[in-house]
């Protein structure tokens, strides 16, 4: 009766003690206040946050540093100096005895002779005349040994001259690396042309490819066959046609420049037994 008396009256029997109520008599313990660690604990936290932070960023600007002493300092240590800076010329006047400077150069003037075939016609035009050069050295090479061009006694009107007035020699047998097959006899304008011998005419044309107004004559001489060409003449000025005979110092054409010619002239070639040969000394040891 007493005691259910004391537990109405007075202060109901404690509990088992909780969680915090242990922890509250641990802090007590070791002198630590309650309101002391609730607002020590966050500083600390915070300190200890500002330090990572610092520590981190010192980190990041030793990489920085690192990586801009690496790669900024060789640049700077084998950039040019005054001694490297040397130009092209001065590298190459310590190297040889003499310098040509591109401004002291002449510029040569262009000529058609000065670069290659380019155009297919031109190339083909260019593999005929080394072909018709072979051909011509090929020939003179064999002939030269064994032709003798003295086929009838000179002045005995046989061969004769086939210009009827003076002349100079151009070009001659075997000029413009072997593919000129005759001899360029310069003379006026309209200067009689004449047959060299007696034969056929196998040509009488105003346009013979390049040899423009052409004469072509076959002979025989001597047993041996003989053709004589005659380009180059005037226009209109042609006095025979193909298939009729003539004889030696009988009058065909007039001296022009039709044709690949830049000037008046006569360009005789003369063939024997098929083989381009010297026309000038071929006239030179049968006409006298």
């Given at each position: 009766?007493?005691?259910?008396?004391?537990?109405l009256?007075?202060?109901?029997?404690?509990?088992?003690?909780?969680?915090?109520?242990l922890?509250?008599?641990?802090?007590?313990?070791?002198?630590?206040?309650?309101?002391?660690?609730?607002?020590?604990h966050?500083?600390q936290?915070?300190?200890?946050?500002?330090?990572?932070?610092?520590?981190?960023?010192?980190t990041?600007l030793?990489?920085?540093?690192g990586?801009?002493?690496?790669?900024a300092l060789?640049?700077?240590?084998?950039?040019?100096t005054?001694v490297?800076?040397?130009?092209?010329?001065?590298?190459?006047?310590?190297e040889?005895?003499?310098l040509?400077v591109?401004?002291?150069v002449?510029?040569?003037?262009?000529?058609?002779?000065s670069?290659?075939?380019?155009?297919?016609?031109?190339?083909?035009?260019?593999?005929?005349?080394?072909?018709?050069?072979?051909?011509?050295?090929?020939?003179?090479?064999l002939?030269s040994?064994?032709?003798?061009y003295?086929?009838?006694?000179?002045?005995s009107?046989i061969?004769?001259?086939?210009?009827?007035?003076?002349?100079?020699?151009?070009?001659?047998?075997?000029?413009?690396?072997?593919?000129?097959?005759?001899?360029?006899?310069?003379a006026?304008g309209?200067t009689?042309?004449?047959?060299a011998?007696d034969?056929?005419?196998?040509?009488s044309?105003?346009s013979?490819?390049?040899?423009?107004?052409?004469?072509?004559?076959e002979?025989v001489?001597?047993?041996?066959r003989?053709r004589?060409v005659?380009?180059?003449?005037?226009?209109g000025?042609?006095?025979?046609?193909v298939?009729q005979t003539?004889?030696?110092?009988e009058?065909i054409?007039?001296?022009?420049?039709?044709?690949?010619?830049?000037?008046?002239?006569?360009?005789?070639?003369?063939?024997?037994d098929?083989?381009?040969v010297?026309?000038?000394?071929?006239?030179?040891a049968?006409?006298?």
């Open positions: 009766m007493t005691e259910q008396a004391q537990f009256g007075g202060e109901p029997p404690e509990g088992p003690p909780s969680r915090r109520s922890r509250l008599d641990a802090d007590r313990r070791r002198g630590v206040d309650s309101h002391q660690k609730r607002t020590a966050p500083r936290r915070r300190r200890a946050t500002t330090a990572a932070r610092s520590l981190r960023t010192l990041v030793t990489v920085v540093c990586l801009t002493t690496a790669f060789p640049s700077y240590a084998v950039s040019p005054d490297d800076a040397q130009t092209i010329q001065q590298l190459a006047s310590e040889t005895q003499s040509v591109a401004s002291e002449s510029v040569a003037p262009l000529t058609r002779g670069y290659s075939a380019t155009t297919p016609e031109e190339i083909r035009q260019k593999k005929a005349d080394e072909a018709t050069a072979a051909r011509a050295r090929a020939n003179a090479q002939a040994p064994r032709l003798d003295s086929m009838v006694a000179p002045g009107g061969v004769r001259w086939p210009l009827g007035g003076p002349f100079t020699v151009g070009d001659g047998f075997g000029a413009r690396g072997g593919a000129h097959m005759g001899t360029d006899m310069l006026a309209g009689p042309v004449f047959a011998v034969g056929v005419v196998r040509i044309q105003d013979y490819s390049a040899y423009g107004v052409t004469v072509i004559l002979s001489v001597n047993g041996q003989v004589t005659y380009p180059h003449m005037r226009t000025s042609r006095q025979v046609a298939g003539v004889s030696a110092g009058l054409g007039l001296v022009g420049s039709t044709g690949r010619s830049t000037a008046n002239h006569l360009h005789f070639e003369v063939y024997i098929g083989t381009a010297d026309s000038l000394t071929w006239l030179q049968n006409a006298g």
